[in-house]
């Protein structure tokens, strides 16, 4: 099985500052890697597919970068709103899997 | 718009089984796959299984092999997820999820139930 690791586990930062996460793959997954926003108590929501595609209604601050193993997430310009956790996840193959999540909350 | 609504919270004791339904509106039950991510408390997203509602195949990973049941009833456009045997570490929510489809094989999970909380406990 494919192993996906992520980082930060956690990290604080401004309103309005860069934030950025990394995702790797234990194998090459191409760009078949998600992203998604869950926000306490509620259940996760698509932000980016294939990498880099950002989802319909998404704020254009979100992006995703990468291929082959190792992959980038990142919000241009944090905002309060953007608190959450941020899972990255492959599907490669099967089974699809999650990283361990990147909690983000504000400094 | 795309809705899944899951039915309520249930608790179970040591060794019972839980049935948790998933009722889809808002586009083509049988077009889209249906797969079921669970969520401890606290914890990290792990991916269960997924049911083709159109032919009622399934695939479940190989940690619940003998132990979770998918199925669907087309009618009320409605999925189930069983899962038995349960022990306390099976402690979780449990999601649906809708796969949109993109190229290929590719798919992307991009509407998701509320989340049916599962406690198992003595």
């Known amino acids: 099985d494919i192993q996906m690791t992520q980082s930060p586990s956690s990290l604080s930062a401004s309103v309005g500052d860069r934030v950025t996460i990394t995702c790797q793959a234990s194998?090459?997954?191409?760009?078949?890697l998600n992203w998604y926003q869950q926000k306490p108590g509620k259940a996760p929501k698509l932000l980016i597919y294939?990498?880099?595609n950002l989802e319909t209604g998404v704020p254009s601050r979100f992006s995703g970068s990468g291929f082959g193993t190792d992959f980038t997430f990142t919000i241009s310009s944090l905002q309060s709103e953007d608190i959450a956790t941020y899972y990255c996840?492959?599907?490669?193959?099967?089974?699809?899997?999650f990283g361990g999540g990147t909690k983000v909350d504000i400094k | 718009q795309v809705q899944l609504v899951q039915s309520g919270a249930e608790v179970k004791k040591p060794g019972a089984s839980v049935k948790v339904s998933c009722k889809a509106s808002?586009?083509?039950?049988?077009?889209?796959?249906i797969h079921w991510v669970r969520q401890a408390p606290g914890q990290g997203l792990e991916w269960m299984g997924w049911?083709?509602?159109?032919?009622?195949?399934?695939k479940s990973a190989q940690k619940f092999q003998g132990r979770v049941t998918l199925t669907r009833d087309t009618s009320i456009s409605s999925a189930y997820m069983e899962l038995s045997s349960l022990r306390s570490d099976d402690t979780a929510f449990y999601y649906c999820?809708?796969?949109?489809?993109?190229?290929?094989?590719?798919?992307?999970?991009?509407?998701w139930g509320q989340g049916t909380l599962v406690t198992v406990s003595s």
């Open positions: 294939d990498a880099s």
């Open positions: 049911l083709n509602p159109s032919s009622g195949g399934t």
């Open positions: 999820v809708r796969a949109r489809l993109g190229g290929g094989p590719r798919y992307y999970f991009d509407s």
């Open positions: 996840q492959h599907y490669h193959d099967l089974p699809p899997s």
């Open positions: 194998q090459d997954i191409s760009n078949y």
């Open positions: 808002g586009h083509t039950f049988t077009a889209y796959f």
